[in-house]
Every structure is written in C-alpha cells, then in structure tokens.
C-alpha cells in the first residue's frame, strides 16, 4: 500500500469510527424509542420496519443507476447520500416534538435508508478500488474491529444517560451526541479522495437493466445472491420482534438494550480482532459456510434468556457468531464479480435481500400480533429457516479467491 492510499486508509477508518458512533446511537433505539415514547404496537413496529429495510432494496436499485451513469463522482455520491442518511437518522428521536410524528418518522426512517443505500454502493465501489485483493481480508477485519469499537463506546454512552436521566432527556441527549458525530463524520469524508476515477457507462435503461440480468446468469454470481436471499429472509422474519419482546414480554428496558448491544459488538470486534490474525490461513467459503451454524440458533437462544445477564451472554455469543459471517459476505460482494460486475452484484444483493427481508419482516410481525405463542413460533422459525440455507449454501456457495 504505497503512501498516498495509506493516508487516505487512515481517514477511513476514522471516518468509519465516527460514522459508526453516530449511526449505532440513532438506529439501536429507533424502536424502543417508538414503543416507549411514540406509543408502538407490534404492527407499528412491523410496518416501520419493513418500509425501512424495502428502502434499502429501492436504494441499491437507484444507486446503481446513478452510479452507472455518474460513476467519475462516485465519492460526490457517498458524501452526500451517507452524511444525509446519518443526519437523518439523527433526527429520529425529536419526533415527539412535531406534530403528525407518527407519519414523520416513518418517513425519516426511510429517507435515511434510502440514501444510506444509495451511499453504501458508493462507498463500497470506491473502497473496492482502494483496498488490494490481497490485503482484504486484513484490512476489512481492521476496519470491522474501528467499527465494533466505537459502536461500543456509543452504548456505553447511552447506557450512562439511561441510568442517570429521565427516559425522554436521555434519548434526547442520545440524539444530539448521534448528531454531532455524523458531523464529525462527514467532514472527515471531505478529507478523502478517489485516486483511482472510472468513467461513467453512458447507457441507458435498457442496458443497465441488461446489467442486472447479467449478473443472474452467472450461475455462481446467481447462487450467492439466492443463498444470502434465503438467509436474510430467515433473518429478518423476527426482526420487528426483538425490543418488543424483550421490553413487553421480559420486563427489558434500554439499559438492557445497550447492555445487549455493548455485549454484541464487543465480541464482534473480538472475533474480527481473531480473524485478522488468522486471515492468512482462512479459507472464505468454508469461513460464510460454517458461520451459519452458530448464528441460526440465536432466536431460541434469545427465548431462553429472559433476565438481562442472560440476554448478555447471548448477544456475546450473537457476536462472535456474525463476526466470520459478516466478514466474507464482504469479501464476497466484492470480489466474487469480476471488475465489470461488481456494481451489478452489489445492487442486485441490496435489492434481493432486503426484498426478502422486508417481506419476512412484515409476515412475522403480522403472526406475531396473533398471540404469544404466535411471537414464539416466528423465532422457532427463523432457526430452522437458517439451518436450511446453511444446506443450500453447503452445496450452491462458489469459491472466491484472495
């Protein structure tokens, strides 16, 4: 890495610190924000969140259309769309304060995941071209530790302000700390350049379309999309269920939330920590493949674990589980395609998975509303859901080389 990209690397991952600060304060606490002080029912909580995550999916698909078409500014792109997705998701917690707050933060939620989309597909095809394949799986475990770590720091935070202030104030003061960072943040961003500018695709629909296309007949391009489709949707089909369940059913509150999340991140940060000693010797496919084992029995870990110690313990274990998993899905989505297609592979994940998971999002909470047992019975589901996709992955998963 010679030294002009160095020093840009360094930026990054300051900016990645910061970015990750701001953004985990605003979106951990989105929904019990919502059930505590906008007075969320589980169909609230269902509808917001898959509007937010169908954003995401209607983000990949403009953002690659306007990174196509505009992709000599493509750091133009992720300034603004990722500094306007953390503003906004700054703004959330005053949505008390303003009248219609119950439209408006549906809105607010997907404004910012929509631009969060469309700066993410920005952000990764200009990393792609700064990162050398093969340091890879060493910087993106570097960064994945920044990124753990200050997401810690943002609910050790938040865990001060619970214990010692009013509910209200403290998600109020939560929000502005949220704010200030994603400040910090996009100004660091302003420090980065792109040394490496492609040129624009002059197409027009069609072709972009023809694009897309493209990547679902390459059948190993085809198969890690429909594996991360079936997963995400086994995923998310609890995802409108966690806070609820915790605050409603075990008595939970946001201490325990941050405390979960403070768990969480920290053994991710570890496992990230683990792997990029060992990167040299992992093998990607084997690394996603047996990853999926420990992650698809966090949702009846999650039902066994009704006292806060115990929900700790399992956010630890959620943690280090996701750490191997989160890690090669990047290595994956980047470097699967070849140079012409990444583009086309990276929108065509955001738009199916989050397709999937919007629709599974919406489908669990509406089963959920029926009854306890009904809730129960979707986390059950999401386990058996994710040990299937780890048999498809077992046999469809291509091999990618770093």
């Known amino acids: ?39 969320f029912e589980v169909e609230d909580l269902g509808n917001v969140t898959s509007l937010s995550i169908a954003m995401i999916a209607l983000g990949n698909f403009n953002g690659l259309y306007l990174l196509h078409r505009f ?16 503003v906004l998701w700054s703004l959330i917690g005053f949505m008390d304060l303003v009248r219609g707050s119950y439209y408006l933060f549906h809105v607010c939620v997907a404004l910012a995941q929509l631009s ?7 952000s990764s095809d200009t990393i792609a071209d700064m990162v050398p394949k093969d340091l890879s799986i060493k910087v993106f475990s570097k960064l994945n530790t920044y ?29 502005c700390l949220s704010m200030a960072s994603a400040i910090v943040s996009a100004g660091l961003l302003m420090l980065i350049k792109d040394l490496n500018v492609r040129e624009p695709a002059a197409a027009n629909f069609k072709t972009f379309i023809n694009g897309l296309k493209e990547v679902l007949d390459n059948a190993d ?35 325990w939330i941050s405390v979960n999340n403070v768990l969480y991140t920290f053994a991710l940060a570890l496992g990230s920590y683990t792997l990029s000693r060992v990167s040299h010797r992992l093998n990607p496919r084997k690394t996603l493949v047996y990853s999926i084992i420990p992650i698809s029995f966090v949702p009846v870990v999650f039902l066994a674990s009704p006292t806060m ?34 583009l086309h592979l990276l929108s065509t994940i955001g738009i199916v998975n989050n397709l999937s998971s919007a629709l599974a999002s919406r489908l669990g ?17 999401s386990c058996i859901g994710r040990l299937l996709s780890l048999i498809y992955a077992k046999k469809k998963l291509p091999y990618v080389t770093v």
């Open 71 to 86: 992709r000599n500014k493509r750091l133009m792109l992720w300034r603004t769309f990722i500094s306007l997705n953390a």
């Open 309 to 342: 110690a115990s929900q700790a313990l399992m956010n630890f274990y959620s943690g280090l589980s996701w750490s191997g998993f989160n890690l090669m899905t990047s290595i994956y989505s980047l470097y699967l395609p070849k140079e012409s297609s990444r």
């Open 221 to 255: 391009l085809r198969n890690y999309a429909l594996l991360m489709a079936m997963f995400m949707f086994s995923v998310n089909l609890p995802a409108a269920l966690w806070n609820y369940y915790l605050i409603m059913v075990f008595r939970g509150n946001e201490i």
């Open 147 to 175: 990124v753990t770590a200050a997401s810690s720091m943002s609910l050790l935070t938040a865990i001060v302000m619970f214990n010692f202030m009013d509910v209200v104030y403290s998600y109020r003061v939560c929000y």
């Open 365 to 381: 909470a509406s089963i959920a509303s029926t009854s306890l047992i009904a809730m129960q019975s979707v986390f059950i589901t």
């Open 1 to 39: 890495m010679d030294d002009l990209i160095a020093k840009y690397y360094k930026v990054w991952l300051l900016y990645s610190a910061f970015y990750s600060f701001s953004i985990t304060m605003s979106t951990i606490f989105y929904q019990s924000y919502a059930i505590k002080v906008l007075n």
């Open 116 to 122: 969060g989309a469309m700066g993410a597909l920005a």
